[in-house]
């Protein structure tokens, strides 16, 4: 017998917890992403390259601020999602978040230990083999305030990253086409286009789009088979924090006064691949190992039910 859903441990129809209208959420993620748009657009017309631009910005005013003025709207945009969630949708954060009864937070950190460590490692691993492509870069107090900014403002830059795609956006879309592979390719999509607006892209290409693609499909796959979104969280806040921490470049969209500055050519190779043909894999069997996921085709590309079937599921369960 195949593993059956129940209102319990299907994070998309959590959607339904709440005043349920489709077309709250279609404001949101129009509005963000005609921002990008017009961002992009801008880019594409400005005379001046994004690097050269960064590069101006950060001999003015300083990383530091320029991390802070880069981070703060998307930290200001977590609480507008959480904000439109509870007063628009009358919806809960615990919802929004996980069909689980609670917030697991023991999936966030062990998801941001994870990461962090292997993000340590292949750091550690790169300036061991390559010295000469990195600098040391380290100032104790400039340091000290970019960890102080990284704690506090990247957190909240991922998590509404989190919350507006793999949260708002995908439980969205699942109840609206009534399945969850097409949410999961949307979101991810549209998650890695989120970023062509970055410095990388402009220096390596849009070859770059695989890897910001390919980690929109995996905080995708994890959310849709964990049933919530403390797997994504923990992952992408270790992804941005640390690696802030850790190095920087003169061509990357984060540039900060971390430990050590990348000063080697960028190129863009078969590396690329490796987090997604590799990594993430890895990843993706110790979290199910871990978390004892099943039925991935079912999780993945399975039903999602009306609103009337998932409250007569609801008051079968509250009865039972």
Not at 166 to 191: A, C, E
Not at 243 to 248: E, F, Q, R, Y
Request: glycine share 8%; hydrophobic share 50%; no cysteine.
């Amino acid at each position: 017998m195949g593993f059956r859903f129940d209102s319990r441990n299907m994070y998309i129809e959590q959607a339904y917890k709440g005043d349920f209208k489709l077309w709250k959420y279609f404001i949101l993620p129009t509005g963000f992403i005609g921002l990008m748009v017009l961002n992009y657009i801008a880019i594409l017309f400005s005379p001046v390259g994004v690097e050269d631009t960064m590069q101006q910005l950060v001999e003015s005013l300083g990383a530091n601020t320029v991390l802070v003025l880069a981070v703060a709207p998307l930290a200001i945009g977590l609480f507008i999602v959480l904000g439109w969630t509870k007063l628009v949708h009358s919806q809960s954060i615990t919802s929004l978040t996980t069909s689980r009864s609670k917030i697991d937070w023991k999936r966030i950190w062990f998801a941001f230990l994870v990461w962090g460590g292997i993000t340590v490692v292949l750091t550690g691993v790169s300036v061991y083999v390559a010295p000469e492509d990195f600098v040391l870069n380290f100032r104790p107090l400039p340091f000290t305030i970019l960890l102080i900014i990284g704690v506090l403002l990247l957190p909240l830059q991922t998590s509404f990253e989190e919350y507006l795609f793999r949260g708002h956006m995908m439980q969205g879309l699942g109840v609206l086409v009534k399945n969850r592979w097409v949410p999961l390719i949307i979101t991810s999509i549209l998650f890695g286009s989120m970023h062509l607006g970055n410095p990388e892209v402009e220096k390596l290409g849009y070859g770059i789009m695989v890897y910001y693609i390919g980690t929109g499909f995996f905080l995708g796959i994890i959310t849709l088979m964990d049933e919530g979104l403390e797997l994504a969280l923990g992952f992408h806040a270790a992804n941005n924090l640390i690696g802030a921490l850790l190095v920087t470049a003169d061509w990357t969209a984060l540039q900060t006064d971390s430990i050590y500055r990348d000063v080697s050519e960028p190129v863009l190779g078969w590396d690329v691949l490796i987090p997604v043909l590799i990594i993430y894999p890895i990843l993706l069997l110790l979290f199910s190992k871990k978390y004892g996921w099943t039925n991935w085709k079912e999780r993945l590309t399975g039903k999602v039910r009306s609103e009337e079937s998932f409250r007569i599921a609801t008051t079968d369960e509250a009865d039972v």
